[in-house]
């Protein structure tokens, strides 16, 4: 017979107090060693020296008309923060680095050759940038920064025209993208862009693919050790988010009954091993039934393949459809 044994009861500590209060401004714990910190650091102040080297050597060679105070657009600052601290991070990439910069930059001339009122104009650019971003998936925090500073930056900048997006915008986005490549590309756990970065870790993910595995909180915490790079999301949220998902693959587990042409399907899996199918077309002869189809997202992306209905509803999981660029199971009404 259990009895169920009530815990007395503690008063809030002084160090309670303080995890709500960390929590609630958002202290989180950084779990990167004192090695990435430096190098994050090193990194920064290698792109931001280069870019100023470089544009400073243009303007001298005459290939640049900028005036020396345009060099380098302050937004870069905050760029070098996000592809040497966080380069594994989707703001961080690439293309977010290029679009958002370049799209806002541009944004920031127009709203300043086209609306008079300071403010105004301040105003519309960062929340076009903002929107301009969103849209073209290219979402870069700084960018908001370059298209304010085309509209505040004075008659230097005025005085530019739609010639501020290519210098000092466009030679200092391409030079802070070629260190960060470069640089990154020196540490094996740090790769840029992110792609390459994820194939340092495929080998393990691939062995435990296939096993059934709980997952604990000391789990991710081990994983974010070992990952040693800023991650732009807490534990607490990737624990949440694994909830979520369990919710969800509590759904739908079993294999569907019949396969239709023109569905999509999922084979249920994670990472690498993950793949979502098109049936193009599901014969149904009198001996075998086959069934065509063409790979859409995951492994084996955009090839096509032809198999027998009966193998075909072994490796399908579930159905999915597309909603707002994810793969996701059907919604369905209880």
């Known amino acids: ?8 009861f503690f008063p809030m500590t002084r160090h309670r107090r303080i995890n709500i209060l960390r929590s609630i401004i958002g202290l989180e714990k950084n779990t990167t060693s004192h090695v990435e910190k430096l190098i994050s650091g090193a990194g920064a102040l290698l792109g931001i020296a280069c870019i100023y080297c470089v544009t400073a050597y243009l303007a001298q060679q005459g290939v640049l008309s900028s005036p020396t105070s345009t060099l380098i657009v302050a937004s870069m600052g905050a760029s070098a923060v996000l592809l040497f601290a966080v380069p594994h991070g989707a703001l961080s990439q ?59 930056g004075g008659s230097t900048v005025h005085e530019l025209g739609f010639y501020f ?8 986005v391409v030079t802070i993208l ?19 970065s994820k194939k340092h870790y495929t ?3 691939t062995q435990t693919a296939d096993r059934q595995i709980e997952l604990t909180q000391e789990d991710f915490a081990a994983a974010m050790l070992e990952v040693d790079s800023y991650i732009d999301i807490t534990s607490e ?53 086959q069934v065509i189809y063409k790979v859409v997202a995951g492994q084996s992306a ?33």
């Open 1 to 8: 017979m259990s009895h169920h044994i009530s815990a007395p």
């Open 94 to 152: 690439p293309w977010a680095l290029v679009g958002g910069h370049l799209g806002s930059a541009l944004i920031g001339v127009c709203c300043a050759i086209l609306i008079p009122n300071l403010l105004l104009s301040a105003a519309f650019a960062v929340g076009l940038a903002i929107c301009f971003m969103h849209y073209f998936r290219c979402i870069h925090p700084p960018g908001g920064a370059t298209a304010l500073s085309a509209v505040i």
């Open 165 to 172: 997006i290519l210098a000092p915008v466009l030679i200092n």
């Open 178 to 196: 070629a260190v960060a490549i470069l640089f990154n590309s020196l540490f094996s756990w740090r790769r840029y862009p992110a792609y390459f």
């Open 203 to 205: 080998d393990k993910i």
């Open 237 to 289: 949220g990737l624990i949440e988010l694994l909830e979520l998902a369990k919710f969800h693959a509590e759904k739908n587990t079993t294999h569907p009954h019949t396969i239709q042409p023109g569905h999509y399907y999922s084979n249920g899996k994670l990472g690498n091993l993950w793949s979502v199918r098109h049936v193009v077309d599901a014969s149904q002869p009198e001996e075998k039934a």
């Open 302 to 334: 955009y090839e096509t393949g032809i198999c027998s209905l009966e193998e075909f509803v072994q490796w399908a999981r579930f159905e999915v459809v597309q909603h707002n660029q994810q793969w996701i199971k059907p919604i369905q009404n209880d």
